[in-house]
DNA sequence: TGTTAGCACTCGAGATGAATGAGTGCTAAA
DNA sequence: TTTAGCACTCATTCATCTCGAGTGCTAACA
């Protein structure tokens, strides 16, 4: 069956209008409604050819249509114009991200906040992957006479640091003098390029500091072996205002997957290329999270990258929800860090 | 009215099953299943008098009773038994604990998360008050010709840390004497007696770095000067199972509360003392949160102290709530770690 | 005087069923 | 090809009814 521009007309309307309700469309309403120059009968033909080509549903046979996973898809690739963010959104966008902010982390939280505040919806985020960021610098910090700081900088800003105690007594100028041989031989290499031959040669030269170089390693290894990375959810609790949510077990299980850090995280980074991304229901690999879809934006900054996006019902206001992320985007690219980032 | 050890007894009986239960309780399954040697009518007699000295309230005539918070209040400080923890649930919380921890706030987050999957409530935790901890360390790392990174470490490991740019270029040696000077002067005081009168006579000495001085100082008034705590929120999730918050309206409101910081970091400190407190429905200030009740344990490790405890139904089991608190507490209270913060 | 048996009464929860109305599919006419 | 009309479906709503758990009170009993 083909799909004529008027089938086209009455899909794009039908979904308009139940992202707006949450209702089961009818003829008669879009008749009423969006194309009052066509019958109630003429649409009703139309939408049982939309049905038939899988683009649209029907909960039971007296109510209205629904549209399916593939009328969404339908929609958000071709059909959905764009929404203009409002100037208003767009300030508040801008000064809830613009306080001073220095480190990735923050910045993510914030721009996180921002999009939970426009969309109305719930939001996800993942800071980046420290294995993928170049090291720009390594300090042993002197703390105590058996007790010091280890720091991992990397050009993000991103920060893994850690207190540990030594056999080996040790002082500040020490331990100034290891950190300076560290950053000398390891500084400007990703954490991944760091490999155990490259610190066992470190280790040969500093003998005499054996167990603080030892602890060092452990340090970085772990932290090189660790792809816990950060995962954060800011406003899960506005899914409940979403009528599909009042009933109370679907609302358990989203909330239930979205407070687990670990399955977050196995699922966010499930599209490959930059950008922008819609992730329409049973599109999503998760079981849980059919019923929800994803809008997903996967930045790059210098070397690495991370996801922050909007998680909402099937029925989301796409149009909405992608340009708030294409507005962040437009945002994260002019940022002033990421020239930084490539000195 | 006296209150009899009978009333006691009934009282206990009603209580203990309204918090297994969460069903008005009536008096012929009290005499059934907890006072054999007495008749119902002689136990609604009593349950009539409970209800008029306070402790009882009936949700309507035909139905059993369900306690008030004054009932639950005599209920924990007098009426409840210890709750002894299972060998299983001690060591589950103690394996949960016990990856080698080197930061307070990872302690506090394991710990939370412990008392989550032994309770099956919610977990609640504010990490300590920086601005109490004593100086350890102030560095200067440098990163860049014109970025450096500052850190605060205090004792407790509790951390800040910000990368500036300068204006003023500087090298890694520069960097390391700066920082020498700073801890000369400000190591070992606690955050809140570093005075801009201590900082200025830095600054004075010395003058050639003129604006990292003073950025180094905003930072540290910016430190000092924010109490946004750090407020976690574990398991929230858990609410949902419980048949109080069956109805969305209800578990919205407390969710919502929850997922504030801001407010929730207000109401945390509300007791003053040290260890383990029980805050019952309307005792609780925030209106939000009256039908809640919250077990509160307020650790002092050194000279910093914060709060971890548990959120629930005011019918919460707090017999085993107060048990695992009182667990985290004595295991805190041997943590190797506190000895050395006091080295 | 305290305890108990008995009974009338209350009231929420759940079941039943009729009315309502939104919406459909189909047919026949324009 | 479009539309008007009509029979049909089915979720929702509302009133009504029943059921039973639980109470309060009274009178008898120990």
Redesign the pocket.
């Known amino acids: 069956m083909q799909m004529g521009d008027?089938k086209k007309k009455i899909l794009k309307a039908i979904i308009q209008d139940y992202i707006e309700t949450a209702?089961?469309?009818?003829?008669?309403?879009i008749a009423k409604r969006y194309i009052p120059?066509?019958?109630?009968?003429?649409i009703?033909?139309e939408?049982?050819d939309l049905?038939e080509m899988g683009y649209l549903a029907?909960?039971?046979?007296?109510?209205?249509?629904i549209p399916s996973d593939m009328g969404y898809r339908l929609f958000v690739d071709s059909l959905m114009r764009k929404y203009a963010l409002s100037m208003q959104e767009m300030v508040h966008m801008q000064t809830v991200m613009e306080e001073k902010i220095q480190e990735l982390d923050v910045l993510i939280e914030r721009a996180a906040r921002a999009l939970t505040s426009v969309t109305q919806y719930t939001s996800i985020a993942m800071t980046p992957d420290v294995k993928k960021g170049r090291l720009m610098s390594m300090q042993i910090v002197y703390l105590q006479p058996h007790k010091v700081l280890l720091i991992l900088v990397t050009e993000q800003g991103v920060m893994k640091n850690r207190i540990v105690h030594t056999d080996h007594e040790i002082n500040s100028e020490q331990a100034y003098e290891l950190s300076s041989m560290f950053n000398k031989f390891l500084a400007g290499l990703t954490l991944e390029e760091i490999t155990l031959a490259r610190i066992n040669q470190i280790k040969a030269m500093m003998a005499q500091y054996g167990d603080i170089i030892t602890q060092m390693v452990d340090f970085i290894t772990e932290v090189i072996g660790e792809n816990e990375r950060n995962v954060l959810v800011q406003g899960s609790v506005n899914l409940l205002n979403l009528p599909e949510y009042s009933d109370i077990e679907r609302a358990k299980d989203v909330l239930q997957f979205l407070e687990n850090k670990e399955t977050l995280s196995n699922i966010l980074p499930q599209v490959a290329e930059d950008g922008v991304h819609v992730i329409i229901g049973h599109e999503n690999p998760t079981l849980g999270m059919h019923g929800c879809s994803i809008v997903l934006y996967n930045y790059k900054l210098g070397k690495v990258g991370g996801s922050i996006g909007v998680v909402g019902p099937t029925r989301m206001d796409y149009s909405k929800v992608v340009a708030a992320l294409e507005f962040l985007k437009s945002q994260m690219e002019t940022l002033p860090d990421k020239d930084n980032a490539q000195d």
């Open positions: 008027r209702e089961p469309v009818g003829s008669r309403s120059d066509l019958s109630s009968a003429t009703r033909n939408m049982a049905e029907q909960p039971h046979t007296s109510a209205g249509r």
